[in-house]
């Protein structure tokens, strides 16, 4: 049973354009959500993250943004950079739970 | 300045050997935790330690042995390999909440023969 699904395995975007990445949850107790960015043969590493009592969180290029009722969050880089070119990991967690749940990953290719 | 670094990053062994994957952070964080990148990508997590006790264990075979001898450590002890456990394995530390992010190692590959 996946409760973080990335149904978009793969992402190509020309550098400059905007990049949008997907995320969709089943549980409704998850309240903190991440966005993970992994390069090959390296461990992921945190980009941004969003609290459920917020819609729209902001860092630069990037930014999340958090549909509740839809149990959708998706991640916007304006613009795209070829360096942006990795795999994207959403992860969700629950009050209390100490733990995140990962979605399978999208991977991103900024064409230069 | 590596914050979390695993040893070793590649390890390939024959089917029913033990082996060890060791896991350090200097960050200063009180957990500690191992995830299992498998072959569809997903990454599951495996355990977690707070403060060298354990807090999470996921319905992870027993011969999987998480062990702290100190909350900056936090090594994996694999018995009896199978096939099944061919896998990247991740080490990473946080702050103990749901909501800090966690520090991921550079991962450890792991190949049964």
């Known amino acids: 049973d996946q409760q973080v699904k990335q149904n978009s395995p793969s992402l190509s975007v020309q550098e400059g354009r905007i990049s949008i990445l997907n995320c969709d949850y089943t549980?409704?107790?998850?309240?903190?959500f991440l966005w993970y960015k992994k390069y090959p043969a390296e461990g992921p590493t945190f980009l941004i993250s969003?609290?459920?009592?917020?819609d729209k969180n902001e860092d630069g290029r990037f930014t999340v943004f958090l549909n509740k009722s839809a149990k959708h969050l998706s991640l916007h880089i304006v613009p795209s950079q070829p360096g942006d070119s990795a795999v994207y990991f959403c992860?969700?967690?629950?009050?209390?739970?100490?733990?995140?749940?990962f979605g399978t990953g999208t991977r991103l290719k900024v064409l230069a | 300045d590596t914050a979390v670094s695993q040893t070793p990053k590649y390890l390939v062994t024959q089917m029913g050997n033990d082996k060890s994957i060791k896991c350090e952070q200097n960050?200063?964080?009180?957990?500690m935790y191992w995830y299992k990148q498998d072959s569809k990508k997903f990454l599951k997590i495996m355990f977690s330690y707070n403060n060298k006790e354990l807090i999470i264990n996921e319905t992870v075979p027993n011969r999987f042995s998480p062990k702290s001898p100190d909350k900056a450590h936090l090594n994996l002890h694999i018995n009896s390999l199978e096939l099944g456990d061919s896998a990247v394995y991740f080490c990473a530390s946080g702050g103990g909440s749901s909501y800090n992010e966690q520090f991921f190692g550079p991962g450890t590959r792991l190949t049964v023969l």
């Open positions: 960050l200063g964080h009180d957990t």
């Open positions: 969003i609290s459920s009592i917020k």
């Open positions: 992860a969700a967690s629950g009050t209390g739970t100490y733990k995140y749940i």
């Open positions: 549980n409704s107790m998850f309240d903190y």
